[in-house]
């Protein structure tokens, strides 16, 4: 893709404004549990600061409704920063430092509906624009593709080696192409999924909303996450797959449990004879075969979403094996391997193969956007 890069602007003396994603997990405790999307954003702070730019950072955090909410300030941030840029970090108004992070860009009204005198008042604050949070790129919000109406925009290098890579590996990918979406709603992956069964070869629904489908066709799932609203959307994309030759590869077995939690009591079923009191926690080992069979027939494989409740141990067990054999397949280099997703990239990560994999993409809507080859207003302002 041709892009506006960071090294060709002169930064010296000048005020860059950077959006980043510095949307980090956290524990109850307040503790960050996954610090990638932070680490991700270093390599273009550390070449701004190394050619004498003043750093202005903007980030978002969580849904605060456009207004201020102390428990998802970013403030937060600043330590862990300071630590990993090794200079003083300022927050907020308070100015001086050459690195500042400005307050959650969501406090503002106008951040989400793209307003023009909020991005305006942003770019006044700087010189030029860094886009560096290729996961925020699909939303047409101030701050993220609004402040290049007034700035000229360059990409950041953690956008540069998103775009490249995944582009890489998917503008002419290697037939068979499969897919995994997973994750917990159908209602917020329905776009994707009619798109997919139109470009691909085999589409693997898992998840909690492959309860959906589940219900669907008939079956029980008790007390499972499950979207009766959804279920005509469910035989939509059914149907449309049959029409496109799409192979579309549901649960054949589950693993349920009573309780939702780690180490509850739990057992396989078949997909027929979920008890009216459990709940579906993750695919069975039948289906984990049937998946890695798949992936053996494919040359390309996208995955976006888990395929169980990976967080709570043993719903984990599908997702780590499959995404084990699938980074076998990678090293083999049979399989051309590419993920993306905030819960997706955790998941791998505790599978042990993120590094395994052709391409980890931390984004997740925008990841998934890209695929349905929508354009991402965060990333048309950076073409040539
Ligand atoms: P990503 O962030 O990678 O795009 P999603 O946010 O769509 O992925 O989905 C991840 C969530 O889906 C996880 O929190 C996981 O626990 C949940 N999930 C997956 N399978 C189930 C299930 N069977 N029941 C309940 N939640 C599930
Ligand atoms: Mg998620």
């Known amino acids: 893709m041709s892009l506006k890069r960071l090294e060709s602007v002169n930064v010296d003396g000048k005020t860059a404004l950077v959006r980043v994603d510095f949307n980090v997990p956290r524990n109850e405790a307040g503790d960050i549990t996954d610090m990638t999307r932070v680490e991700a954003a270093l390599p273009t702070l550390r070449a701004l600061r190394e050619a004498g730019a003043t750093v202005k950072l903007l980030a978002h955090y969580g849904r605060p409704d456009g207004k201020p909410d102390p428990a998802l300030s970013l403030r937060f941030l600043v330590p862990h920063l300071q630590r990993l840029l090794g200079e003083p ?24 509906k793209g307003d023009t005198a909020l991005a305006k008042s942003w770019a006044d604050m700087g010189d030029v624009f860094i886009a560096d949070a290729f996961s925020a790129s699909h939303r047409a919000h101030a701050s993220v593709s609004g402040i290049a109406d007034y700035l000229p925009a360059y990409a950041g290098l953690s956008m540069e080696r998103e775009l490249d890579h995944i582009g890489r590996a998917l503008d002419n990918p290697k037939q068979p192409v499969m897919a995994i979406v997973g994750g917990a709603k159908v209602s917020t992956k329905i776009g994707v999924l009619e798109h997919l069964v139109t470009k691909l070869d085999i589409l693997v629904i898992g998840g909690g909303m492959a309860n959906t489908f589940l219900l669907a ?35 054949l077995d589950v693993v349920v449990a009573k309780d939702f939690r780690a180490h509850a009591e739990s057992r396989v079923s078949d997909v027929e004879s979920v008890a009216a009191d459990e709940m579906i926690l993750d695919a069975g080992p039948a289906t984990v075969d049937h998946i890695m069979d798949k992936m053996e027939r494919a040359r390309t494989l996208i995955w976006n979403g888990p395929l169980g409740a990976f967080e709570m141990t043993p719903f984990d067990t599908s997702t780590v094996e499959a995404a084990k054999y699938a980074a076998k397949l990678t090293a083999k280099g049979e399989l051309v391997s590419v993920a993306g997703g905030g819960d997706t990239v955790a998941a791998l990560s505790l599978a042990g193969v993120a590094e395994d994999f052709t391409f980890v993409s931390t984004a997740g809507g925008a990841f998934l956007e890209w695929m349905e080859g929508k354009p991402l207003p965060g990333v048309e302002i950076l073409k040539t």
């Open 89 to 112: 970090v300022g927050f907020g108004s308070d100015d001086g430092a050459a690195v500042v992070l400005l307050e959650n860009t969501r406090f503002e009204a106008g951040e989400t």
């Open 217 to 251: 066709m008939g079956h029980p799932v008790g007390k499972s996450l499950a979207e009766p609203d959804f279920v005509d959307t469910a035989n939509r994309i059914m149907a449309a797959a049959t029409r496109a030759g799409c192979e579309l590869v549901l649960p």
